[in-house]
């Protein structure tokens, strides 16, 4: 990629996530978990049976900004207002992470072919409640819902 393409890609990616709403950012955050543990899972695929023709360097690197998006996430969390569903969200959050690091450490995909059908119900449960609370903001402005202030 040309660096000028690539420049335009960073600037379009950085005002993207400066005018997302707090909620949005959630779900932009599992989009990037999910992006790179399927790409850290590809080249596991890609690469054979053999560390010699598996693209090590590609795997780690897309398995870490994978971890690294879940660490966002657990990192947002609220528990004083979350209570028992952020301490849950955090068991879970963290055990993708784990297995996200035991699948680049063994360099296997049974791991992240685990946890990706979890992790992509989770990024539409978290965008079907952003458009809920959306719609609920829409009709009683001001208000607090789930915790979130508008």
């Known amino acids: 990629m040309k ?26 955050c599992m989009d990037i978990a999910i ?5 850290g899972l ?4 890609s690469g054979g049976d053999s560390y010699a023709t598996m693209d090590i360097h590609g795997i780690s690197d897309s398995l870490q900004r994978s971890q690294q998006a879940l ?22 959050y963290e055990w993708w992470h784990h297995e996200l690091v035991m699948a680049n450490m063994e360099k296997q995909g049974d791991r992240i072919e685990t ?12 965008a079907e409640a952003v458009r809920k609370f959306r719609a609920e903001r829409r009709q009683q402005p001001g208000s ?5 202030s508008a």
């Open 144 to 148: 607090m819902v789930a915790g979130l």
């Open 71 to 92: 660490t966002v996430l657990m990192g947002s969390l609220n528990f004083e207002i979350g209570g028992e569903v952020a301490r849950n969200l955090f068991r879970l």
């Open 42 to 45: 590809d080249k596991i695929r």
């Open 35 to 39: 992006l790179f543990a399927k790409k």
């Open 115 to 126: 946890i990706l059908p979890h992790m992509v119900t989770m990024r539409e449960t978290w």
């Open 3 to 28: 660096s000028s393409s690539r420049d335009a890609q960073y600037k379009y990616l950085e005002t993207s996530i400066l005018s997302s709403s707090r909620e949005e950012l959630i779900v932009k």
